[in-house]
């Protein structure tokens, strides 16, 4: 079997024989039957896979029911078939989508034949589908783009051809019409030819190069379907240039004036005619007519393509005073068309004689501390011009602090200082002097006198800042530099040659006798060799002065910081033994379980940073799988559980190590004992309730004292500003007295002293949650008798005195019968014992507030969960040990904190003790004694004076034992007046 597809009036057929087409017709003829008749369908291009034709079937009179056992079918040789029927049915549908332009090129009709076949008996009926056009493409043409070039003297009617849009639909699909974007110059116009549509542009209106070179047009071609598709095509008109337009001059006559006397080659004018043709059509040539005077081309000439009139020979007034030239401006077109134009130039007089000048110099050079109106020269002009021409007008061009005195005799002028000089601003000036006539336009001649200022010792040594910072590492070696100081003078020669020294003078500083100073170039050498951990920063005073006379100098404070260096060894706090060797001795009961702490390795550096930075290592242990240490606490804990078979006695070396670049370390032995659970708990509750109740003392005590010591250094504090508030007014008139009006500078040192108020709230070192509240949960056992201690709540307070004393109470409680707090130290004990019927969890609320004025307070909150005997035994020994860690840690820096405030306490007594004793009738020199870097609460800040001002030279600010550099920005400014004796302000 085979099928057709027939297309347009040509009708013609191609067959496509399948393999097994023999057979059948064989059989046709062997039965005798022949074909039947021919049903015709229609459908569109483009549906859908399933989309019925018709019901073959029904048409052809078939029983529905026999078609399967019929094999009722359609026959063809492709696989990809484009239809197929339903047995069930009959109905014919569409098996793959169908694309006319694909099948059919053209717009004839597009037949698809086909061949259904039945057996039993075998007939052959034949059906034809005709596809009809759908409006699926868009009209394109061959290019996006058409060009065009047009002679602008093209007549209209021109006809241009554009390219043909192509449709593969067909019918009323294809291409209808073509559009074109409105305009003044073109119109579209199409031609039929056969089935295609051709257009052309047409010129309707001449075109014109200078007013518009290029047009761009869009071209559409559109279809006949609904909606119409369309294509597009952008055609662009280059208009080519005719030469239609003459050279044209902006005037007719040109009118120029210029001076006698100008060089050779001056450009006189330039012409500029312009052509709004383009190429070689608007190129211009210039020439002068021939019909001018001889005289004219020898004095003027013109460039043929620039159009610039230039000076040729000498122009004279009184020879001639106007010229006129023709010129006439030519294009290239062919044939050249021409523009001309008249110039005329007036010749203007000038005054041709400059004035002269004559210097008679007394000295070039002047001392910069020469009053103003001293003579440094004397000048004469002259003119060889007459009458206003030869009248002179004399003045100094330049910025400079001098000016002109005219004489007795006219045209003479000396040049004397109209102001103090100053050599370090200005060391060398010229003078410039301009003498003018009158005559139109004016001449002018200018002289320039060179006078260098000599030098005057009135600059002091500078320092580049003050006070001076350096930083020295520790351990330097005796006698070599460790810093240089250096100072600028302004002046020049022995003016400016500086020496320099320290000040040693009245200095309480013992460390002065171990520096000494290169006079010549201010390196500072150390005759000992520094310890950080002894003397963290000290304070001299270096004085710089020049060679002038009289000399004069300048001083600067000089702040050294020493850094520290990795020479300490770490120091083992704990264990150690009664010997003092770093050995110690623990029990554990054996039943404990894996974390257990067994002990903590406590250690110390007296560096600081890195090189105080410890961390911890087992060097040594009997059994590794049994104990753990953590590298940065110390902590001793257990891995694992203890067996029968583990060994009763251990032995853990401990290496502690510092983190410098060279690391230094020591070593520490514990001793780990296994004993009965019995004898261990037997021991440790008494021993923990013993530690506890001792640590609680020694913790309450140390407060105590922190506070009596503070209170008693508080009140030193105070004394010692009382004192300074309370001398006689007479000491102070005289450091003050008067300021000095020789330039010198003097200086003060004043001390502040810093006050606390109650700006710190509490905070609670304990309890603490993981997430940072003060919040945590106590277990005791149920069986626990009155006056047991369940925990203890540790605050702290930044502020000292009563702003910092602290008292605890109990803001919220389960049940008031059942537990106590001491409002001093915060321990929380039972009241009674337990019963049956007493809740198993109680929440306290503890308010922790200090005693300043206005009180500032924080909360904290405890759980107390009663657990059984058994279960709180298990629990102790780790929390026993956690807690005698604890309080052990609050003792050690208790003891810290009691040992800085006295030693700060001692510091301020010596320096009370020193103040008084060192008290002199002459204070003038008491500005040289520098405050003491001890750590007290003192603000040093040195001012200079000299100027009616007071400006901040250094101030520094020590804060506990750190020395923090202040700010150089600071100015303290005095009333603008002379003050009276005894009158004093700061």
Partial sequence: MSFWITTGTDRQSRTMVCSWFPFHLALLLFVGKRALGEIRYSIPEEVK??????????????????????????????????????????????????????????????????????????????????????????PIFPEKEQRFEIFEQILPGRRFQLHTARDPDAGINSIRT?????????????????????PFLVLKKSLDREQKDRHTLLVTAVDGGKPPRSGTLNVSIIVLDSNDNRPMFTQEIYQIEIKENVPVGTSVFKMNATDPDEGINSEIEYNLVKTLKKKVYDIFELDKLTGEIRVKGPVDYEENDVY????????????????????????????????????????????????????????????????VNGKIITSITSDVPFELKPSYKENIYSVVTKAFLDREEVSHYKITIKATDCGE???????????????????????????????????NVAGNSILSVSATDKDMNDNAAISYHIV?????????????????????????????????????????????????????????????????APVILYPVSSNGSAEGVEEIPRNVNAGHLVTKVRAYDADIGYNGWLLFSLQEVTDHSLFALDRYTGQIRTLRSFTETDEAEHKLVILVKDNGNVSLSATATVIVKLVEPKEAFAASDVKSSTKDEEGNDVTFYLMITLGSVSVLFLISIIVLIAMQCSKSTDYTSKYLQEPNYDGTLSNVTV????????????????????????????????????????????????????????????????????????????????????TETDEAEHKLVILVKDNGNVSLSATATVIVKLVEPKEAFAASDVKSATKDEEGNDVTFYLMITLGSVSVLFLVSIIVLIAMQCSKSTDYTSKYLQEPNYDGTLCHSIQYRSGDKRYMLVGPRMSIGSTIVPGSHANTLVLPDRRRTSGEVRL
């Fill in 49 to 138: 896979d399933g989309t019925a034709v018709g019901n073959v079937a029904k048409d052809l009179g078939l029983d529905i029911t026999s078609l399967f056992d019929r094999r009722f079918r359609v026959v063809s040789e492709s696989k990809d078939a484009f239809f197929e029927v339903n047995r069930d049915n009959g109905v014919l549908y569409v098996h793959k989508k169908i694309d006319r332009e694909e099948l059919c090129q053209g717009s004839g009709a597009c037949l698809m034949d086909l061949k259904v076949i039945v057996e039993n008996p075998l007939e052959i009926h034949y059906v034809v589908v005709e596809i009809t056009d759908v409006n699926d493409h868009s």
């Fill in 178 to 198: 073509y559009t074109l974007t409105p305009n003044e110059h073109f119109e579209i116009d199409i031609r039929q030819s056969d089935e295609d549509k051709i």
């Fill in 324 to 387: 006129k030239l023709d010129v006439e401006a030519s294009d290239k077109g062919t044939p050249p068309l021409t523009g001309e134009c008249r110039v005329i130039i007036k010749i203007i007089d000038v005054n041709d004689n400059p004035p002269e000048i004559e210097v008679t110099s007394l000295s070039n050079t002047v001392s910069e501390d020469s009053k103003p109106g001293t003579m440094i020269s004397l000048i004469s002009m002259k003119d060889k011009d007459s009458g």
């Fill in 441 to 475: 336009p004016s001449l002018s001649t200018f002289k320039t006198l060179s006078i260098q200022v000599s030098d005057v010792n009135d600059n002091r040594p500078q320092f580049s800042q003050s006070p001076l910072q350096f930083y020295l590492v520790e351990n």
């Fill in 504 to 568: 040693r003078e009245g200095s309480q500083n013992g460390i002065m006798s171990f520096l000494n100073i290169n006079p010549d170039n201010g390196q500072i050498t150390a005759l000992k060799s520094f310890d950080f951990e002894t003397l963290k920063t000290f304070q001299f005073q270096v004085v710089a002065t020049d060679s002038g006379t009289p000399s004069l100098s300048s001083n600067v404070t000089v702040n050294v910081f020493i850094l520290d260096q990795n020479d300490n």
């Fill in 751 to 834: 001390n502040v002293f810093i006050l606390d108020q109650n700006d710190n709230a509490p905070v609670i070192l304990y309890p603490v949650s993981s997430n940072g509240s003060a919040e945590g949960v106590e277990e005791i056992p149920r069986n626990v008798n009155a006056g047991h201690l369940v925990t203890k709540v540790r605050a702290y307070d930044a502020d000292i005195g009563y702003n910092g004393w602290l008292l605890f109470s109990l803001q919220e409680v389960t049940d008031h019968s059942l537990f106590a707090l001491d409002r001093y130290t915060g321990q929380i004990r039972t009241l009674r014992s337990f």
